[in-house]
């Protein structure tokens, strides 16, 4: 598979992707190499990394807990002091082996260590390859407020292996669909009926044209000014639906992407009432939804503390909610307000 060229680093697949990595590994002026894993990326996918790395470079691997409740500023003050105590200096390089807790922590980490140091993405999960590992986004959660602090930061390098698939679970995986599902509405509706109308999906082919998507929608709007919005599509009431999720004791988290899934169904919803979205694709997305994630039940007492967590939304300016809403598949508005009724419209009918 060819390399993809994104603004400053390639992003490399499977065949060349650890010669690639060995190269720039020894042929930069490296002092120590931070693996950054959890414990199940050190027991399934470093022993594979590890016997493809050709170096001498001195290896440390520091190990945070697995869980988006682990994705703070905490886990990076263990991981700051860590690098610290293993004697990091301005010429270390994080390579961060594992899901996007792990891209966008160790991102993050290695942006403000010594006011930055090099990193290289080796995403694990279907979600980080096609979304975390690609378009220099860091960052940590907030409370149970979604990548509230972070910064911009591009690594030197991402290699995307898909054997690294094996080692995660079907959830997981459709979790990383929902982006896919989101590149397909978005901007590239063939991705949305392949997904819709075959079960034997040709992954690797998915997330190749996921990376260029993503690539193509970073390379012109970096920084989110325009374009890029449309990569939050679905996100905007997901994410406070994640968020709700992760702050009650007495509901099973959700996945991201199963989060996303319903945020984008609610979403489609309200573009058909906003903006004329066709009425019947609305519906492929709905049943496409549903058939792979099932349904869950939004309970209407929850609905309140849902709205609350949306006034977080990083895009909300002056207190106004903004979403990334469609006039048709391929086609989309940004910065769009939605009356409150029409938001909890969305969601009874995601349940109906
Ligand atoms: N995950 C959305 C973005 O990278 O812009």
């Not at 096609?130 to 979604?146: E, F, I, N, P, R």
């Not at 492929?284 to 309970?299: D, M």
């Amino acid at each position: 598979m060819e390399s993809i060229k994104a603004v400053s680093y390639p992003i490399h697949f499977k065949d060349k992707a650890y010669s690639a990595l060995s190269d720039l590994v020894n042929n930069s002026n490296y002092s120590t190499l931070f693996i950054l894993v959890d414990e199940n990326t050190f027991e399934h996918c470093y022993p594979k990394f590890i016997k493809n790395l050709q170096t001498d470079k001195r290896i440390e691997v520091i190990e945070i807990e697995s869980g988006e409740v682990n994705k703070n500023l905490e886990t990076c003050m263990g991981v700051w002091n860590a690098i610290t105590e293993l004697g990091g200096d301005r010429k270390s390089l994080v390579i961060t082996l594992g899901g996007g807790v792990i891209t966008d922590l160790g991102g993050f980490v290695a942006s403000c260590f010594k006011r930055g140091i090099d990193f290289v993405n080796i995403p694990t999960t279907l979600l980080s390859m096609v979304d975390a590992s690609v378009g220099g986004k860091t960052g940590v959660d907030l409370g149970v407020l979604k990548n509230q602090i972070g910064v911009f930061a591009n690594p030197q390098m991402v290699i995307v292996d898909t054997d690294y698939l094996t080692t995660v679970t079907e959830r997981e995986i459709k979790s990383g669909t929902a982006e896919i599902i989101k590149y397909g509405v978005t901007y590239d509706t063939t991705l949305f009926n392949t997904i819709k109308d075959t079960s034997d999906l040709d992954v690797s082919d998915l997330i190749f044209r996921s990376i260029e998507i993503k690539n193509e929608v970073v390379l012109k709007d970096p920084k989110e000014q325009n374009l890029r919005k449309i990569l939050n599509f679905g996100h905007t009431l997901g994410h406070a639906i994640e968020s709700f999720y992760l702050e009650s004791a007495d509901k099973e988290n959700l996945t991201h992407g199963e989060a996303i899934a319903i945020g984008m169904v609610c979403e489609t919803y309200m573009s058909v009432h906003l903006l004329g979205f066709p009425e019947d694709k609305l519906e492929q997305l709905k049943s496409t939804v549903v058939a792979i994630y099932g349904k869950v039940n939004l309970l209407q007492q929850d609905f309140t503390d849902i709205m609350e967590l949306l006034k977080h939304d990083k895009k909300n300016v002056n207190g106004q909610v903004n979403f990334v809403l469609l006039n048709d598949f391929e086609d989309y508005k940004i910065d769009c307000k939605v009356p409150e009724n029409l938001i909890i419209e969305s969601m009874n009918y995601y349940n109906s």
